[in-house]
């Protein structure tokens, strides 16, 4: 139920820290945004911006058609769950949700209806009179939830709310979340460093580092096409491969080269990549991006010899040496290959990327699309 | 055979009774030290107790009686019947029998100096509450510029010994023509205790996660509302140990008080009770009992919050 936009808005602590530098950024009503990125990249303080706890240094910062760069915490509509939890130790789980309801003065029969229903639908009705102290780490997050759930808001922050939670805890609570916000119908802010988090959650995906976005779009786009090799490295797991080399127009068609390794450029990127000829450049591979040696183009082959060999159960992974660099793919759990061996790998020529060395900008979008 | 399998089994019988003769000696070593602490730390409060319901023959008695054979209030009678009468060197013998009929001159100004002791004590208490607990939150949780300078120029504070600031505190106390009123005193009091609460507090606050004064203030608190509503519930360990040093500091306090009180208007128990000491005649028993009504408000305030200290004491041993 409200609309967030950042103006140009930069942060910078004593002593000339940039934590956000120039953010320009708007999250529609209803929308899940998360912000991504690794740690000191900005993503909190942004958050933090929002819910009012940090002030903005330079730059507007928008609800709807409210500036509120001044307004105090107390005075937004914003709740917010945080990675500690950040439970009232001295009060019950009952008071710790309701005390957001008490503290604006709503009515006791409202706020136990409120706190009832929040409780019944997190499972935690049975928890009510226990001491968070008393919880463990996956009750105290529901009732981090629930304390943020009774307020309504108008915007629902979320800080790292699941990196204290255990792998197979968090993929449920994951789920949970979700359903949460189409429940809500309102503003969620979500910030994280696991892309896989981000892949599933998220409306859009703002991608951040040094305090600069780096990249805008829904999951797909940030995935499929990222703008630039920090984008492309930091979503994924395993994260992409690169490998340099050079491109040589020899044959007529581009091709892409590192030392005995030629792999012929399909058309979309052959044109991209006119102009740059005898340039450094950086081919990105996921590792899911391979296929049978036979399946893929002439031209299209990936050869190497198998370095490690890593089953993950549903799949395998190996680590090949492709001349000279580690290359991780991921192949069918059928597959067969032994660790000193030569393999060929064919590689699925609409899926490749390619990057601009110097700039580690990508060459897949812009000015001749 | 035999022997190899049952070598291992005599191994480990030995290793259990020696590690059991070894608990059991720590044990012993831990009771006995502790009790030769507690008579440490407790003998001259027995002997304090027991020789103020003795009378004077009875104390300078040898070998000492620990309890009193011939147990009288008599010296507690004759400090409250002090209060009504001045002693003179003609009149000193007639007041305390237990004492042999020697109280000193200045018995009289027992009560009231208590009572000023007792006020100025409260006073500081209060005070160093109202202007330690937002001082420490502001250092603690608000980061604004000097911070740290500020609470390093309050920590250098207590660097500097309350001798050095007499005369200086002397001329600025006489300045504002508060020599001889207990005001002097609290407002002295005050300069030496509020770096210590502010410090004790600031390093609990700190303790506190920022993030759970950043959940309330988006649950709505404002800053003092947080404070109020979050922090001094969880500080009330820390609140009690401020409260017990303000009030012991001052209620023991001597150097300054010697200097700013001259007459019984505002002159506080330490000044009193050592007064007896340089009297026409020395009467130990009547200076015992003055000892034991000295002891009762800090021991009476000990019992009040000794849930809170022993709670204080293992606060932050385990993690909530």
Do not use: F
């Given at each position: 139920m409200a609309r967030i936009e950042f103006k140009s808005v930069t942060k910078r602590y004593a002593g000339?820290?940039?934590?956000?530098?120039?953010l320009k950024l708007e999250i529609r009503d209803k929308e899940f945004v998360v912000l991504l990125?690794?740690?000191?990249?900005?993503k909190s303080t942004t958050l933090n911006m929002i819910a009012g706890l940090e002030d903005v240094t330079a730059g507007e910062l928008w609800f709807d058609d409210q500036?509120?760069?001044?307004?105090?915490p107390h005075k937004r509509d914003v709740a917010m769950v945080f990675q500690s939890y950040?439970?009232?130790?001295?009060?019950s789980v009952y008071e710790n949700i309701a005390f957001g309801l008490r503290m604006r003065k709503v009515a006791a029969a409202e706020i136990d209806l409120r706190v009832r229903d929040a409780a019944a639908k997190l499972e935690i009705g049975h928890l009510l009179?226990?001491?968070?102290?008393?919880?463990?780490g996956g009750q105290r997050q529901r009732v981090a939830l629930g304390r943020a759930m009774?307020?309504?808001?108008a915007v629902f922050l979320m800080d790292?709310?699941?990196?204290?939670?255990d792998a197979a805890l968090r993929i449920s609570m994951r789920a949970e979340i979700k359903h949460l916000h189409t429940a809500m119908q309102t503003t969620f802010v979500y910030v994280t460093h696991d892309q896989a988090e981000a892949l599933t959650l998220a409306d859009r995906i703002v991608v951040m580092k040094d305090g600069v976005i780096q990249q805008i779009g829904n999951p797909d786009d940030v995935y499929e096409?990222?703008?630039?090799m920090f984008v492309a490295s930091f979503l994924g797991n395993p994260a992409i491969n690169y490998l340099e080399g050079t491109i040589d127009r020899a044959g007529g068609s581009p091709v892409f080269r590192r030392g005995d390794l030629a792999i012929t450029l399909p058309p979309k990127l052959a044109a991209r990549v006119a102009?740059?000829?005898?340039q450094e450049l950086v081919l990105g591979l996921r590792p899911e991006d391979v296929c049978p040696?036979?399946?893929?183009?002439?031209?299209?082959v990936l050869s190497g010899s198998v370095d490690s060999v890593l089953p993950v159960g549903s799949d395998r992974f190996i680590g090949l040496k492709v001349e000279g660099r580690d290359v991780f793919v991921r192949v069918d759990k059928e597959a067969r290959h032994r660790e000193g061996t030569s393999i060929q790998l064919g590689l699925v020529a609409e899926r490749l990327h390619l990057f601009d060395k110097a700039t580690g900008m990508t060459l897949l979008e812009g000015t001749s699309s | 055979m035999t022997a190899i399998t049952a070598s291992p089994l005599v191994e480990v019988r030995h290793y259990r009774t020696r590690s059991r003769l070894r608990r059991a000696g720590r044990g012993l070593f831990l009771a006995v030290a502790s009790l030769l602490f507690l008579g440490y730390v407790l003998a001259p409060i027995v002997w304090l107790v027991s020789s103020s319901f003795q009378s004077e023959h009875e104390i300078i008695?040898?070998?000492?009686?620990?309890?009193?054979?011939?147990?009288?209030?008599q010296n507690f009678a004759a400090i409250f019947a002090a209060r009504d009468s001045s002693v003179t060197y003609e009149t000193r013998?007639?007041?305390d029998p237990a004492s042999g009929g020697f109280i000193p001159s200045?018995?009289?100004n027992l009560l009231p100096a208590m009572l000023n002791s007792f006020i100025v004590a409260c006073a500081v208490v209060v005070l160093n509450l109202l202007v330690g607990v937002p001082a420490a939150y502001a250092m603690a949780k608000i980061h604004f510029r000097g911070r740290q300078a500020s609470i390093y120029a309050i920590l250098a504070t207590?660097?500097?010994?309350d001798i050095a600031l007499v005369v200086p505190f002397f001329l600025f106390i006489r300045n504002l023509g508060l020599?001889?009123?207990i005001w002097s005193l609290i407002i002295t009091y005050l300069a030496v205790t509020v770096p210590f609460s502010v410090f004790v507090l600031v390093s609990y606050f700190e303790s506190v996660p920022d993030e759970l004064d950043k959940a309330a203030r988006v649950d709505g608190c404002s800053r003092l509302q947080t404070l109020t509503r979050v922090y001094l519930p969880l500080a009330r360990p820390s609140l009690v140990a401020v409260i017990l040093f303000a009030f012991l500091a001052s209620w023991n306090e001597f150097l300054l008080a010697l200097m700013f009180?001259?007459?019984?208007?505002?002159?506080t128990l330490p000044i009193v009770v050592a007064s007896f000491t340089s009297d026409f005649t020395i009467s130990f028993s009547f200076i015992n009992a003055a000892g034991v009504l000295a002891i009762i408000p800090p021991v009476i305030l000990a019992l009040v919050f000794e849930r809170y200290i022993v709670s204080g004491l293992t606060a932050g041993a385990v993690k909530g």
């Open positions: 000339d820290v940039i934590a956000v530098d120039d990125g690794p740690s000191g990249c900005g500036i509120v760069n001044a307004l105090p950040a439970l009232y130790p001295h009060k009179n226990r001491r968070p102290s008393q919880l463990s009774v307020r309504q808001p790292e709310p699941l990196s204290n939670l096409r990222p703008r630039n102009a740059r000829e005898g040696a036979g399946e893929a183009g002439p031209g299209m | 008695s040898k070998p000492p009686h620990w309890i009193p054979q011939a147990p009288t209030a013998k007639a007041r200045t018995a009289s207590r660097v500097i010994p020599l001889d009123n009180t001259q007459t019984p208007a505002s002159q």
